[in-house]
C-alpha cells in the first residue's frame, strides 16, 4: 500500500465510521433490518458491499465525497439486507427512502475513486 494512501485512510477511518453508522440508523428506522459487523475499509474499487451474513462494508473514501452520494451508498448497501440481489424488489427498497436515487447513483459513477 502507498504511504500517503495508507496514512489518508488512517485519517478519514474514524471519521468514516461515525458518518456511515449514523447514516445507517437513520435509514434503518424505516426499515429495520438487522445487520452484521460495519467495517470501514481501504478499497480500491468498491464504495461499499454487503456479505451474505449481512456484514456491511465501505470505503473511508465516503467521507470525501458529496453526503447525498455517500448517503445512497450507505443506502445501497443497507437495502441489500432485504434484498440480496439488484432486482426490481431491491430498487424498490431503495426508492422508498430515496426516490432520486437514479441521479444519485449516476453522479457517483463520475466522481474519480
Given amino acids: 500500500m502507498i504511504r500517503g494512501r495508507r496514512t489518508e485512510y488512517l485519517t478519514h477511518k474514524e471519521k468514516a465510521r461515525a458518518f456511515i453508522v449514523e447514516r445507517l440508523e437513520y435509514f434503518n428506522q424505516f426499515y429495520g433490518y438487522t445487520y452484521g459487523r460495519v467495517s470501514v475499509k481501504n478499497t480500491k474499487t468498491r464504495w461499499g458491499s454487503c456479505s ?54 449516476d453522479a457517483l459513477k463520475r466522481v474519480r475513486f
Fill in 52 to 105: 451474505k451474513k449481512g456484514n456491511l462494508n465501505f470505503t473511508y473514501r465516503l467521507v470525501l465525497i458529496d453526503a447525498h452520494l455517500a448517503d445512497y451508498v450507505v443506502l445501497h448497501e443497507l437495502c441489500h439486507i432485504g434484498e440480496f440481489n439488484h432486482g426490481a424488489g431491491f430498487w424498490k427498497l431503495i426508492e422508498k427512502q430515496m426516490p432520486d436515487w437514479k441521479a444519485r447513483r
